[in-house]
């Protein structure tokens, strides 16, 4: 007859409690209570007042998202802010590439106004053609600044390289970006004061979500 004290052992090595056949339970994960959430969106809010600054001229728009991405993405990933110098650096880099992207962008807000006010033949549908492809254009613009920020080094023509190839075979990764966007340009344009903090949050909400959608290798 076994007793109770013999059966312990026996219990623990057939999977009692402590045992090896014994379901192991996953420590909850830690969530940022409101101080770090506070933190995020100040710095957030930092980081789209100093790329409304440095896009003023509006030349250097795409100059000054790219150093903001890479701010946002080290944000999101080391919790802190990176250094200015590197940052600075990368404004100079991409300052003359991101001229044409500002002209290109300025053709097609003008077609789109054209079409919208019935300045050019075409009516509703070459303008929901036209408003498709400019969105489909803004994701793949969203994803070559995404690209940028995971690796600040490479060019520009490499970063728009793999967002143009990852928008063709799988365009809900450039539309996704892309509609968010949408909705913080009419969110700027109907309360002008929150721009720098829309472009703040639209940069990090465009890493968030492609991260989700093509993460990086």
Do not use: C, K
Request: overall charge positive; glycine content about 10%; cysteine-free.
């Amino acid at each position: 007859m076994t007793t109770p004290a013999s059966a312990g052992p026996l219990a623990m090595t057939a999977g009692g409690p402590g045992g090896p056949n014994w379901p192991h339970e996953d420590e909850p994960p830690i969530r940022p209570d409101w101080r770090e959430r506070f933190a995020l969106g100040a710095d957030l809010a930092l980081i789209g007042i100093g790329v409304t600054v440095a896009a003023l001229p509006l030349l250097t728009l795409p100059a000054a998202l790219a150093a903001g991405s890479t701010a946002v993405r080290h944000r999101y990933h080391t919790g802190s802010l990176p250094e200015f110098r590197p940052l600075l650096r990368q404004f100079r880099r991409t300052l003359l590439p991101g001229v044409p992207v500002v002209l290109v962008a300025a053709l097609l807000l003008l077609d789109l106004i054209a079409l919208s006010r019935g300045w050019v033949p075409g009516g509703a549908p070459m303008l929901a053609l036209t408003g498709a492809v400019v969105t489909w254009l803004a994701g793949v613009a969203t994803l070559t600044l995404v690209a940028g920020g995971r690796d600040p080094s490479q060019p520009w023509r490499t970063a728009a390289g793999w967002a143009w190839g990852l928008a063709v075979s799988r365009p809900w990764s450039a539309v996704a970006p892309a509609l968010a966007g949408v909705l913080a340009f009419f969110l700027g344009l109907s309360v002008p004061a929150t721009i720098p903090l829309v472009i703040g949050f639209h940069l990090f909400a465009a890493h968030v979500i492609s991260d989700r959608l093509a993460p990086p290798e």
